[in-house]
T-cell receptor
Framework: AQSVSQHNHHVILSEAASLELGCNYS??????LFWYVQYPGQHLQLLLK??????LVKGIKGFEAEFIKSKFSFNLRKPSVQWSDTAEYFC???????????FGKGTTLSVSS | EAGVAQSPRYKIIEKRQSVAFWCNPI?????LYWYQQILGQGPKLLIQ????????DSQLPKDRFSAERLKGVDSTLKIQPAKLEDSAVYLC???????????FGEGSRLTVL
């Protein structure tokens, strides 16, 4: 069955610390990969996406993610987090046939100033 | 550009009562999704529409949940009768092309007592 696994449920960091959130997926065939973010009191929004090409993709606010096909992973990274990065982060996958997104359970990131 | 509109934002009902949620997608977006997000979990797809046709409703509990998108624009999700385990946030999303880039509404939070 198709699934997405996020390794960390809750991550607590101090400002300027580096961030890496793990994401592994189980999905047959070619995939599109996404990270969505939900800031407190706001709706879910797209952070970054991978369709094809360069496996290192850059998103908004200094975030990046690396697709490693052999490991079925799409980890999210940021070199230096800010207090404003406090949010819930969701990894998601869909097949290129137009099937709907499958989400992971999410990781709550708390950044202290 | 107006975003995805949902109403009501909050609803409290007793078990066995009925409830309906409304969603108006971004203008021109042919694909509309309803997701259920239970506390501590990622969004789970309930139903996907392409224009006014159903693409995927495999995870919709059809004995109590129904959804329609009669004119291919706005959509209604109904629960009748509600159970305690239906307490969740119901998210509506739309997309221009079915690639996984979704635009989400603020969600409708349902509490069933």
């Amino acid at each position: 069955a198709q699934s997405v696994s996020q390794h960390n449920h809750h991550v607590i960091l101090s400002e300027a610390a580096s961030l890496e959130l793990g994401c592994n997926y189980s999905y047959g065939g070619t995939v599109n990969l996404f990270w969505y973010v939900q800031y407190p009191g706001q709706h879910l929004q797209l952070l970054l996406k991978y369709f094809s090409g360069d496996p290192l993709v850059k998103g908004i606010k200094g975030f990046e993610a690396e697709f490693i096909k052999s490991k079925f992973s799409f980890n999210l990274r940021k070199p230096s987090v800010q207090w404003s990065d406090t949010a819930e982060y969701f990894c998601a996958v869909t097949g290129q046939a137009g099937t709907a997104l499958i989400f992971g359970k999410g990781t709550t990131l708390s950044v202290s100033s | 550009e107006a975003g995805v509109a949902q109403s009501p934002r909050y609803k409290i009902i007793e078990k066995r009562q009925s409830v309906a949620f409304w969603c108006n997608p971004i203008s021109g977006h042919a694909t509309l999704y309803w997701y259920q997000q239970i506390l501590g979990q990622g969004p789970k797809l309930l139903i996907q529409f392409q224009n006014n046709g159903v693409v995927d409703d495999s995870q919709l509990p059809k004995d109590r949940f129904s959804a329609e998108r009669l004119k291919g624009v706005d959509s209604t999700l109904k629960i009748q009768p509600a159970k305690l385990e239906d307490s969740a946030v119901y998210l509506c999303a739309s997309s221009l092309q079915n690639t996984g880039e979704l635009f989400f509404g603020e969600g409708s939070r349902l509490t069933v007592l």
